[in-house]
């Protein structure tokens, strides 16, 4: 079946540093990558879609500039996490489009905590 | 602007009784629907889609879903509940008009409580 990974999947930061998350399609071809935050007990918010290279599509309300991704190639995409604050703590879920089919797979997720 | 609902934010169930988690959608167009359960600490896992042709599709460990078009919704059942089907549940829903690669709206999730 389709896997989708990620690294890392736990993360602790200092305040004003950057972090990276990697999303990785295992054994398809992904066009489209998507990422989601999940606070706790609550549902995915779509933050942004990103296409193979080209810029990504943010969702309303989501800084661009604070949330960089990056989709070089057809297996990865790249959320990076500028100046992280505490607020930005919470758990990064990416997904990936194979094309020509219906579901999104899911990768593992990744907890973020902003100390 | 396609939406989901899912009007329980827990289900309680006893193992080896039935279960429904509720699910209603709306879209422009034709949807397609899509069932995903996460367990703590977890991304999600696929269990069930609804495309085209049989109202009643069936998924992953012994979960089934009905679309009925005419209610707009795409309930989740399973007829008798383990323990280890406790998670949390979401769905989802693509409209087919926007396009290939289009967005997944989610529900707000409903989280299932299954005990001995």
């Known amino acids: 079946g389709a896997v989708v990974s990620q690294h890392p999947s736990r993360v602790i930061c200092k305040s004003g540093t950057s972090v990276k998350i990697e999303c990785r399609s295992l054994?398809?071809?992904?066009?489209?990558m998507f990422w989601y935050r999940q606070f706790p007990k609550q549902s995915l918010m779509l933050m942004a879609t990103s296409n193979e290279g080209s810029k990504a599509t943010y969702e309303q309300g989501v800084e661009k500039d604070k949330f960089l991704i990056n989709h070089a190639s057809l297996t990865l995409s790249t959320l990076t996490v500028t100046s992280a604050h505490p607020e930005d703590s919470s758990f990064y879920i990416c997904s990936a489009d194979p094309g020509g089919v219906t579901e999104q797979y899911f990768g593992p997720g990744t907890r973020l905590t902003v100390t | 602007a396609q939406s989901v609902a899912q009007p329980e934010d827990q289900v309680n169930v006893a193992e080896g009784n039935p279960l429904t988690v509720k699910c209603t959608y709306s879209v422009s167009g034709n949807p397609y629907l899509f069932w995903y359960v996460q367990y703590p600490n977890r991304g999600l896992q696929f269990l069930l889609k609804?495309?085209?042709?049989?109202?009643l599709v069936k998924g992953s460990y012994g979960f089934e879903a009905e679309f009925n078009k005419s209610q707009t919704s795409f309930h989740l059942k399973k007829p008798s509940a383990l323990v280890s089907d406790s998670a949390l549940y979401f769905c989802a829903v693509r409209d087919l008009n926007t396009g290939t690669a289009s967005k997944l709206t989610f529900g707000t999730g409903t989280r299932l409580q299954v005990t001995l």
């Open positions: 609804y495309i085209t042709g049989d109202n």
């Open positions: 054994d398809f071809q992904a066009t489209t």
